[in-house]
């Protein structure tokens, strides 16, 4: 059987188990996730996937965790993580993520003939809520990069699949947060456009249908302050970390894009 037709039938088996797309339209959500990186929580960036079978890391950070989606039937719309600080400590130099994987005509023209193109990523660091850094590239079962990278907290602001050199597409933007004190949250919202709404975009070379991908970042002020009482939380907290921390480097060593397709992809 050729690996095109197979991978399209196994996409298909695994349509019913996963955790949200649908084929409604000529967009579907393969992967989508944020991550969140800081000296204070870890060395590798942490997942929060809402989208195939991936990692959910916040909570046992201590970072409470939120996720809502006003996604329509073809998968364009936003999707919100309302992410608070209840580590019990500050966070400094906070960088955020949003990772998207998607396939245009999947069923017609596979996910193979697709590239992205930059828009505009033009945000100011910390002081505005825009993207600071982009990836366009092959989501990681083959040559793509953009999935360690999400990991390591550190886009390259390259594109790797460009008009002209087709293939799998995943898009990712890269959020320089700053501070993120106790009790505080962040509201990262991304959207998926059939508009120019800037940031980065995903084309199929033979439709032409065109997603935007763009999103937006901000701290909002702590709703209460910690009491003195609370202080005993610190501990727990700090533990709690701590063992997210161990087990997160035990399995990050080995640790590859868990996109659905990674079995059926050979070149
Ligand atoms: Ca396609
Ligand atoms: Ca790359
Ligand atoms: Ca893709």
Redesign the pocket.
Known sequence: MHKMMLRTLLVGWGWGLSVAPVLAGPIAIDYLSAFIAAPQLNSNALEDTRVGFGFNEFEAAGLAVAFTHRLDANHYGSVTWTVTNATGQNLADVRFFGFLDAEIDELTTSAFNEYGTLRRVDGAGASDPNPDYW???EPGFSF???YT?LLAGAL?N?N?VPAGSTWDVSLALGFQVGDLLVDQRLVATFEISDQDIGGLSHTDAFSNTTLFFNGSVQVQSATRIPEPHALGLFGLGLMGLANAVARRAARTRSRTYPGRRIAVRTE
């Open positions: 990836e366009i590239d793509g990069d953009i990278n390259d390259a790797a």
